[in-house]
């Protein structure tokens, strides 16, 4: 039920109506801190006996911004967005470290008033890789990578974001994003510098 919901919202933003004129390039690039959410989690800090770390991530990707027609503040956002999602958590001798690689597409919907905006909308993520640390009752280290089979590589979740763009177009903002995939949920915290080509020096929504 909630993968027919976000589907259709996803369906719903997509067929928006855009305008053809107007639209502009942006990339962003920075940072974030993921943590793994849900059952997953509770049940790793009932067997290691300790809270779950969240861990630091690459973030960055490029944008496309729409305008939607009849309106100065709206514009249709779609992304194309390298994320890292993962967590650690120890108890010695015990530890375990996870990181995923994901490609992420978010469909965001774009409000802006004087420089400041706001965005929100879902996304659909394509698992890359993954990397785990591992270290067991003995002290043993040892490195592995997961492989997905095809029915797990998507994930679906859901963004929200503020922040602030000057007309000239260099922007700065803040996301968070909820996603399920694999067999873990996780949230990202991430925060971006960015650059909107096309901008005008005027421009201020």
């Known amino acids: 039920m909630r993968t027919i919901l976000l589907l259709s919202v996803c369906t719903s933003i997509w067929s928006l109506p855009v305008a053809a004129q107007g639209v502009k390039l942006g990339l962003k690039v920075g940072g974030s801190r993921s943590q793994v959410l849900g059952n997953r989690r509770q049940n790793l800090e009932s067997a290691y006996q300790t809270k779950a770390q969240s861990i630091a991530g690459f973030y960055g990707g490029v944008n496309l911004s729409m305008p939607i027609r009849r309106s100065t503040h709206f514009a249709f956002q779609p992304e194309l967005v390298y994320l890292q999602r993962g967590f650690s958590i120890e108890n010695k001798p015990k530890r375990l470290r996870e990181r995923d690689q994901y490609l992420e597409l978010p469909l965001l919907v774009r409000f802006s008033q004087q420089g400041f905006f706001a965005e929100v909308g879902p996304q659909v993520g394509y698992f890359l890789a993954n990397r ?4 067991n009752f003995n002290g043993q280290d040892r490195a592995y990578s997961v492989e997905e089979h095809s029915e797990f590589k998507f994930s ?22 909820v996603s399920s ?14 650059y909107t080509f096309g901008s005008s020096r005027s421009q201020k929504g």
């Open 132 to 135: 785990t640390n591992e270290t």
């Open 156 to 177: 679906l979740g859901a963004t929200a974001g503020l922040g602030y763009a000057w007309g000239s177009g260099p922007q700065v903002g803040v996301r968070y994003t």
């Open 181 to 194: 995939g694999r067999y873990t949920s996780s949230g990202v915290l991430a925060g971006y510098v960015g």
